[in-house]
């Protein structure tokens, strides 16, 4: 992907952030900070910086892209021109953009209940401010606690995060340089009550043991970030609750 | 005891027929954010949306006269139709009417019954789920913000509050009041107060 020499991502064990190779970046998640939207989060996870918003369910238009049956979803990724040291966002939507759209749709057409809403329309809004690696991730991540904060029925909560491989080591969560020049990076989005992955792409290659061993970091990893989730959409309710109670 | 339960969070280790629920593998998960009480087995959402049942009340605003009907926007998904053979006085494009619920049918649309213009006054919104509570148990806690602030107040189920006459700004507070902490106990005592303060 980028050019140039190579440089040394792993030194004396350590990544080059000083994290160990099965460690998250920190990851903040602020609920409800878009005031217009039916449910909306903002996401810090190591540098990148993303706020989701979730629109609907409204009336489908234009009307050839409503589906009698159940509601459709409609999701649009950007990055913001200022995001990143390349060019992306800066000349709209391209080919990234649209794949990562895509996607994302993927991941909440399997979770949300649409049929409960048939001839309507749920939007997703995933808005990149400063982008490091993994945004389609964290930007996954936004999206399902701004889709449960908007009172949409879904099955569950999911969570997206990146494995990848530098070297012979497997190791979770790549930044951006890690994934330039890192030797496999594969995004997957999992339902924590079943396992089931929701998204799963990658760019590279791994062994079958080596893939093993990334999903099984990415489900235990997943615990936290669920965690993060879970607490992100609770903390405006609890708050109202512990001023009022005892 | 009452909790706060995200979805996919477990409820119960048995199959409980519940609203915004679903039984995975003979246990029972959340499918909303909602306050679980599992003395009761209650689930209530906390954000939600209004599906449309016969006989709720609706406010809405007439968005369209058509030949014979009238189309009414009613802040939802769902559209709303007047007949115009039982609409008694006469309907403009952007009046607000109340009316009730007469039948849904497939195409999301909910037919209404019994419409009554609704004349000045104030409309505000509030999330549908919280509709019960600005009602109360037994239409307690909206008698008692019409007795102290003298407001016509109609609550539709759809979310959408009209007021009228009155305290309008102390009714419009206490409802909003109520949407934001609907979740926590002792609410009516502390409205009562904030009425009685004025």
Known sequence: ?246 | MQRIVIPGEKLSDTAVRMHNTLVHQGKTYSTIVGLYNDEKNILIPMEGLWHPAYGDTVVGVIEEDRLNTYNVNLNSPYKGLLISKFVQEQLNKGDLVEASVKELDKTQTVVLMRPRKLTGGKVFMITPSKVPRVLGKGNNMIKELTTSTKCNIIVGNNGVVWIKGGNMQLAMDAILRIQEEAHTSGLTDRIKEMLSKG
């Open chain 1, 1 to 246: 992907m980028a050019g140039g020499e190579k440089p040394e991502l792993i030194i004396n064990g350590k990544r080059l952030d000083g994290r160990g190779p099965a460690d998250l970046r920190p990851i903040k998640i602020e609920p409800n900070v878009v005031k217009n939207a039916a449910g909306s989060a903002y996401v810090e996870w190591g540098n990148n910086k993303i706020i989701a918003a979730v629109h609907g369910p409204k009336e489908a238009l234009p009307k050839h892209t409503s589906d009698p049956e159940k509601a459709v979803i409609k999701c649009r990724y950007m990055m913001a021109p200022f995001s990143s040291l390349e060019g992306h966002g800066r000349t709209g939507p391209n080919r990234r953009s649209i794949e990562i759209s895509k996607v994302t749709k993927e991941v909440f057409e399997n979770v949300v209940m649409l049929e409960l809403f048939p001839g309507t329309e749920i939007d997703i809004y995933v808005e990149v401010l400063q982008g490091d690696g993994g945004t389609r991730a964290a930007g996954i991540t936004a999206a399902a606690v701004a889709m449960a904060l908007s009172g949409i029925p879904m099955r569950d909560v999911p969570y997206a995060v990146s494995a990848g491989k530098i070297g012979e080591m497997v190791v979770l969560d790549l930044n951006m340089i890690e994934d330039n020049y890192s030797d496999a990076d594969m995004p997957v989005a999992v339902k924590p009550l079943t396992n089931e992955a929701l998204l799963l792409q990658m760019d590279g290659s791994f062994t079958k043991e080596q893939f093993k061993e990334a999903m099984n970091l990415i489900i235990e990893s997943g615990k936290e970030i669920h965690q993060a989730q879970e607490e992100a959409i609770k903390r405006p309710y609890k708050e109202i609750m512990d001023k009022y109670e005892k």
